[in-house]
């Protein structure tokens, strides 16, 4: 394992019981970030790519397998541990955005601070910032019905960031946009990962915004079948560099 290696993923399967049957969505898979790191993780309705993002952000257990972030085993965790470490180290990007219609921008964006018990005038003042850091400074008393797609992802991304998490895991955010959107939505994501020394993992099915990581990991049917890792550049899409595929497929 590298020193900077922010997730290891070992040997990690995913089961779901449906009646007799027994559906294996993800097949031992290994895989590690850096901290820092852009993972794209690609594939196709059905490749595991989902609960992928799942299992590492703690919302489900494992089957099988190991997966430990900074040095904590996620498998080992109670439930209470694992909501401490979803509000203290992780930030969530929706395909949906995930607003709260009848708040504005500014309380949509606070509003995972209340959780923390953080004081009003604290919370006010951060989602504030992160607003401005998104470009919706003059959006704040907005409601959701009032922005546009674009604008109420960014305000997605603001509320992913409010309370400053070291990973941000982003599920298909640019699936309900269109391809220029879906460019300058994607931009100001890299910009900030890159700005704020964040690691993202986000899993999509463009294979476009994909190419958005310093690594791609492509999934097919549970098991990682290929990676390319790219050329890190934060303002222009990622030149393939490297391609790790010898052994995968027969790992």
């Given at each position: 394992m590298q020193e900077n290696t922010l997730i290891d993923v070992r040997n990690v399967k995913k089961v779901y019981h449906v009646g007799t049957v027994d559906v294996h969505a993800l097949r031992g898979v290994d895989l590690q970030v850096a901290s820092g790191d852009i993972c794209s993780i690609i594939g196709r309705s059905g490749s595991g790519k989902s609960t992928m993002l799942n299992v590492l952000a703690g919302l489900e257990q494992v089957s099988g397998g190991e997966i430990v972030i900074a040095g904590k085993h996620l498998e080992r965790m109670t439930q209470g541990e694992l909501i401490l470490f979803r509000q203290k180290r992780v930030g969530f990007i929706f395909q949906s955005f995930n607003l709260m219609p009848y708040y504005t921008a500014l309380e949509n964006v606070a509003l995972p601070l209340s959780f923390?018990?953080?004081?009003?005038?604290?919370?006010?003042?951060?989602?504030?910032?992160?607003?401005?850091?998104?470009?919706?400074?003059t959006h704040m008393k907005h409601k959701p019905s009032e922005l546009s797609g674009g604008q109420q992802q960014r305000v997605g991304i603001a509320r992913a960031l409010v309370t400053n998490p070291s990973i941000v895991f982003a599920d298909e955010p640019t699936g309900n946009l269109d391809s220029n959107?879906?460019?300058?939505?994607?931009?100001?994501?890299?910009?900030?990962?890159?700005?704020?020394?964040?690691?993202?993992?986000?899993?999509?099915?463009?294979?476009?915004?994909?190419?958005?990581?310093?690594?791609?990991?492509?999934?097919?049917?549970?098991?990682?079948?290929?990676?390319?890792?790219?050329?890190?550049?934060?303002?222009?899409?990622?030149?393939?560099?490297?391609?790790?595929?010898?052994?995968?497929?027969?790992?």
């Open positions: 923390s018990g953080v004081p009003l005038a604290q919370r006010t003042k951060r989602a504030k910032q992160m607003l401005d850091v998104v470009g919706l400074s959107t879906s460019d300058e939505v994607m931009q100001v994501i890299i910009n900030i990962m890159r700005e704020q020394k964040k690691t993202l993992v986000m899993v999509t099915h463009d294979p476009h915004i994909a190419e958005y990581g310093d690594k791609v990991v492509h999934l097919l049917d549970g098991r990682i079948t290929d990676i390319t890792i790219n050329a890190k550049d934060s303002t222009t899409l990622n030149e393939p560099r490297v391609r790790e595929t010898e052994g995968i497929l027969n790992a």
